[in-house]
């Protein structure tokens, strides 16, 4: 079976603090990609980021970054120096095989304060 | 118009009554998904379609009946349906079917079942 966790329901953090979004994965298949989407007020689920099973290198875009951990089976994500504007919900989604269903975490929501 | 877009935004509907859900994409992609986000539950896929062929239904009631007329557009008729039908009910597209495919999301239909 597949499973996505994200243990954490909400954060709340204050502009410009560092924040991590933790992401824990159960899969079987050997293949698998995982990726992380973010959901603004307006409902619309924006794509951040890919990551195959076999990269595990982290990698950085601006002031996001993430952590992909097979050993722990993990894929974290982290917001630097956050702003209001990063107030969202975030999902974690992993999708094994050559052609699986995309399963989503529950989404941890986040809140940056002014 | 670009990327995924769905009408109408929000819908309001008795039990008893018909609707339809309309979700195009303008990407070129070749397979669509409908998914389901409830309050407190992870999105849920429900049915999806590639190259305008139903590859998977997700054990969803007949009162959910998809058409996909073509790879730009994807419909999802609604009738005789409960109240706890209410949800977000999100169009995606991929380029194609496979895993590594990333996903992208319309804005989604809110819809309110009295």
């Known amino acids: 079976a597949q499973k996505v966790t994200q243990a954490q329901t909400e954060i709340s953090v204050v502009e410009k603090e560092d924040v991590t979004l933790d992401c824990v994965y159960e899969t079987r298949d050997t293949t698998y990609y995982l990726f992380w989407y973010k959901q603004p007020p307006s409902g619309e689920l924006v794509f951040l980021i890919r990551r195959n099973s076999f990269d595990e290198q982290n990698e950085i875009s601006g002031r996001y970054s993430w952590n992909f951990q097979k050993s722990t089976s993990s894929f974290n994500f982290t917001i630097t120096a956050s702003q209001v504007v990063d107030s969202a919900v975030y999902f974690c989604a992993l999708r094994g095989g050559s052609q699986g269903n995309l399963i989503f975490g529950k989404g941890t929501k986040l809140s940056v304060k002014p | 118009e670009t990327g995924v877009t769905q009408t109408p935004r929000h819908l309001v509907m008795g039990m008893t009554n018909k609707k339809s859900l309309k979700c195009e994409q303008h990407?070129?992609?070749?397979?669509m998904y409908w998914y389901k986000q409830s309050a407190k539950k992870p999105l849920e896929l429900m049915f999806v379609?590639?190259?305008?062929?139903?590859?998977e239904n997700n054990s969803v009631p007949s009162r959910f009946s998809p058409e996909c007329p073509n790879s730009s557009h994807l419909f999802l008729h609604l009738h005789t349906l409960q109240p706890e039908d209410s949800a977000l009910y999100l169009c995606a597209s991929s380029l194609g079917q496979s895993s590594y495919n990333e996903q992208f999301f319309g804005p989604g239909t809110r819809l309110t079942v009295l």
């Open positions: 379609y590639n190259f305008k062929e139903q590859t």
């Open positions: 990407l070129g992609h070749n397979a």
